[in-house]
Structures are given as C-alpha cells and as structure tokens.
C-alpha cells in the first residue's frame, strides 16, 4: 500500500502537462487543495493522446483526412477510437478553413515551467506553423470541455511564455491554443485563443501562485494517503466476505 501512495503522490511532483496543471491551480488555497487531490486520485477514462500524436503527424508529415483517420484507427485502442476519432474529426474541420502548415515536433522539443523549486511542468507544443516566414507554436488541447478559467488561462499563458515564448526563435511569434469543447448538442466546437488574448499574471500573482501551490500540495498529501487506506481497507474488507457454506445433515454432498 505505501508503494501505491507514493506512486500517487508523485504525481504532484511531476505534473502531466502545463494545461492539467493549470486547470489544478486557483486563487483559493482550499480549492485549490482539493484540485489537486483529485489530480492525484483521478485516472481518466479517456485519453486524447493517440488523436494528438496524429494531428502531429497530419501537420508534421502533411497526411489527408483519410490518412490521418487511418492512422489513428491502426494506432488508438479500440476503448478509446470513437472518443479520439471525435477530437480528430473536429480538428480536421477546423483545419479545413484554417489550413495550417505545420512541422513536426520532437520529443526532445519540450521547455518547462517550475512551478515550485523542486516541480518542473513539461510544456510541449502540438506543433509549430509556418505562417509569414516566422514559426508559430501550436498547443492542442484535448478536452471535451472548456476546462479552464480565466485565472488558469492567464496562468498558463504565462507557462507558455515562460517555457516556450522565451526560445530564441519564438519571442516574436504569435502561438495559438485550440480547445474543442462539445456545446449544448453534444458536438464539438472550437475554443482558439492566442498568445496574448489573455493578459500574463504579474510577479507578484505568480509568486503568490507557486506558493499557494506548495501549501495546497503540502496540505493535499494527507488527504491523498487517508483516501488511499480507506480505499484499499475498503477493498479487504469485501475480499474477506465470503458465502457461508452449509454443513451437516443439509451439506452439498458433492461439496
């Protein structure tokens, strides 16, 4: 069990991505607190990394729609294609009218953010465009809802800034950021915003923001480990419950 929550803790340490880190993060230290519990605890149904990875290559390598589509159908887990497919497809039509041309993007192109003096954040964009002989980040993010206030947008158009915009090459470039959350009837639609449509949190909010982080993270671990013992003591406890057997005269002969 302890090697169980300090796998769980662990991922206060080392946070997934800048966008899961934002979306944890609030200007309340009790809601904050509770964001990241359940950050720790949670363990998504649905993964939108293999519709990423191919939007990386339909940009990167210049697939067709059906390319990209089949790529993703060889590659995606059968449990997670419809919900991929779906994110891709939005994509696909939102690329239609916007026509980016796209570089691929490798692994080792990743900057970080510390959010706290022992917590990088990875910060790894979708792709870089080619728009007016200047390279342009793109980040994607995979969520079937908006997801994000307006705090944690500032707070992570100040991680990108600090991570990404601060390479040579990007300081003068405008990046964009595309959500597609579902509306009212179920489908998706495109949230796009780009580098500085939301104003960067000051020095102060994000000296205030790092060490609000650090005491909801500090408070946050004992919850993580109480929730983790009642969860596996529930568990024992359904294990060792077990259907009385009948004995004597009335047994099952052939038991």
């Not at 300081?171 to 500085?196: H, M």
Request: glycine fraction near 6%.
């Amino acid at each position: 069990m302890a090697k169980t929550i300090e796998a769980v803790l662990k991922k206060l340490d080392r946070p997934p991505a800048g966008h899961n880190f934002a979306r944890s993060n609030f200007q309340s230290l009790t809601r904050t607190t509770s964001a990241l519990v359940n950050l720790a605890l949670g363990f998504p149904t649905v993964s939108y990394r293999w519709a990423i990875d191919v939007i990386q290559a339909q940009l990167g390598d210049r697939l067709s729609d059906i390319e990209a589509k089949k790529l993703l159908a060889v590659n995606c887990p059968r449990s997670q294609l419809d919900d991929n497919l779906e994110l891709l497809v939005a994509f696909q039509a939102y690329n239609a009218v916007r026509k980016f041309d796209g570089l691929r993007v490798f692994p080792e192109f990743c900057g970080s953010y510390m959010a706290g003096p022992d917590v990088a954040v990875p910060i790894r964009p979708t792709a870089l465009l080619r728009e007016g002989g200047i390279i342009k980040p793109l980040f994607v993010i995979g969520w079937a809802t908006k997801g994000l206030g307006w705090y944690q947008r500032r707070l992570l158009s100040s991680m990108y800034e600090d991570a990404i915009y601060s390479l040579t090459d990007l300081r003068a470039s405008q990046g964009e950021v595309l959500i597609f959350p579902k509306n009212g009837y179920g489908q998706r639609t495109v949230d796009r915003w780009t580098r500085g449509d939301y104003p960067e949190l000051s020095k102060d909010e994000l000296r205030d923001q790092s060490e609000r982080f650090i005491l909801a993270r500090s408070a946050a671990r004992p919850l993580i480990a109480d929730r983790i013992r009642d969860r596996d003591e529930k568990k024992r406890r359904q294990q060792t419950i077990r259907p009385t057997v009948p004995s004597g005269p009335f047994a099952d002969p052939k038991r």
